[in-house]
């Protein structure tokens, strides 16, 4: 079955005992055994819960994996997956990964010991400069947030597969819809489902798909060990959202590619950051390895000064952090979702105080420029 199908009927019918077309929400938090210790397919809802692995088992079909687990958060997945490390482990992460991910590492990971290198991915040379005797891992994004660098995943891999490292990948901002890392060579592929998994901006959750079946039983240990499992409800909502995935992905896509042309054809704007961009300089690599370029565009103002102004003119456009939902939302990276980031290491990564994101949402394409274009002109 071709991906578009399988979006839609992974799974189904999603509860044989009835005959219900799909998963119904599971709420029991314990389920009745047989005699002492000897209990049936589940037992206990942190351990086992069937709404939940309806859900799990779509993402790892979708990904290509042996094991998909969900959890309360896309942090929530990141965390648990780093607990498979111990203390003096290191990692090789993207230098301009998701704020939180960096957070994780620079301030709560470090306190066990693990240490981690920030490192422009997009230079594969770099890998070796900075590879150590613990180095056990490699954590990436692709593309980038909010600079949108395209990151070259097979080599990330026979990197890490030479070495003796995991490839961990974020693919939050892609879906299995674009890009599947597993296929490329990565070993733990992750989501905050949080964005587009979802679609709506309703519902807080993570995803960790793994190829080797044993590193899943590991990973699932962990998970029922430490417990930021998902909810039932939230499980529903994310398997409801990922049914009109390849839809909604295709509108992002579309209108990220309008607005994008809109910007770079401004006088006033110095940079537009949008691979679907024939001109961006991972315009190639992402047609290589992915099949489609998202709905993230980045931009510059060749005044940065006027970049909070524009945000209070929009009328479409929502100011928010957050991203992947059917409606547009443009923000600052710098002070919001990047702002745990220090002053000083956003500059050496480009992210610039003037710096806005757009999420594009799913409304005609023709809406959000004319939106952009009155905000623009209102503020020259
Ligand atoms: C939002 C986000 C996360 C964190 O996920 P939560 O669901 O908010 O915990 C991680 N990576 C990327 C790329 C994100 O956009």
């Not at 990973?219 to 398997?239: C, E, I, K, R």
């Not at 594009?360 to 394409?365: A, K, L, N, R, W």
Request: proline share 6%; hydrophobic share 40%; glycine share 8%.
């Amino acid at each position: 079955m071709r991906l578009k199908t399988r979006l839609v009927r992974s799974g189904l019918p999603g509860d044989p005992p009835t005959g219900a077309v799909n998963p119904p929400i599971y709420l029991s938090t314990t389920f009745e055994q047989e005699s002492p210790g000897k209990p049936g397919a589940y037992e206990y809802i942190r351990t086992g819960n069937p709404t939940r692995e309806a859900l799990e088992k779509v993402m790892a079909e979708l990904e290509g994996g042996a094991r998909g687990l969900a959890f309360a958060s896309g942090m929530a997945a990141l965390q648990t997956i780093l607990l498979l490390f111990s203390e003096g482990d290191h990692f090789i992460v993207g230098d301009d990964v998701y704020g939180g991910t960096y957070r994780l590492f620079a301030r709560v990971f470090s306190r066990l010991g693990m240490k981690a290198s920030f490192v422009d991915l997009s230079q594969p040379e770099e890998l070796e400069r900075h590879l150590t005797s613990r180095t056990r891992a490699i954590v990436v994004e692709t593309p980038t947030n909010p600079l949108l660098k395209v990151i070259n995943l097979q080599a990330m891999a026979s990197f890490s597969h030479a070495h003796g490292l995991k490839l961990i990948v974020d693919n939050t901002f892609m879906t299995p819809y674009f890009q599947r890392p597993l296929e490329l060579g990565a070993d733990i592929v992750f989501h905050s489902a949080t964005k587009y998994l979802a679609g709506h901006s309703d519902v807080l959750a993570g995803i960790a798909v793994v190829k080797d079946p044993e590193l899943g039983e590991e990973l699932h240990f962990l998970q029922n060990a430490t417990g930021a499992v998902l909810s039932p409800f939230d499980s529903y909502l994310v398997l409801r959202g990922i049914r009109t995935l390849a839809l909604r992905m295709e509108a992002h896509q579309r209108g990220a590619l309008q607005v994008a042309q809109f910007l770079s054809e401004r006088h006033d704007v110095a940079k537009v950051y949008y691979p679907g961009l024939p001109s961006h300089p991972g315009h190639h690599l992402a047609r290589v390895q992915g099949e489609g370029f998202g709905g993230m565009v980045s931009f510059l103002l060749s005044d940065p000064e006027r970049a909070a102004e524009v945000t209070r003119k929009v009328k479409l456009f929502t100011l928010a952090e957050s991203l992947g939902g059917v409606e547009s939302l443009i923000s600052i990276p710098a002070r919001m979702t990047h702002a745990s980031i220090p002053p000083e290491r956003r500059k050496e990564l480009g992210i610039h105080d003037g710096l806005i994101r757009l999420s594009v949402g799913i409304e005609d394409p023709q809406d959000l420029v004319e939106d952009l274009r009155q905000a623009l002109d209102e503020t020259l």
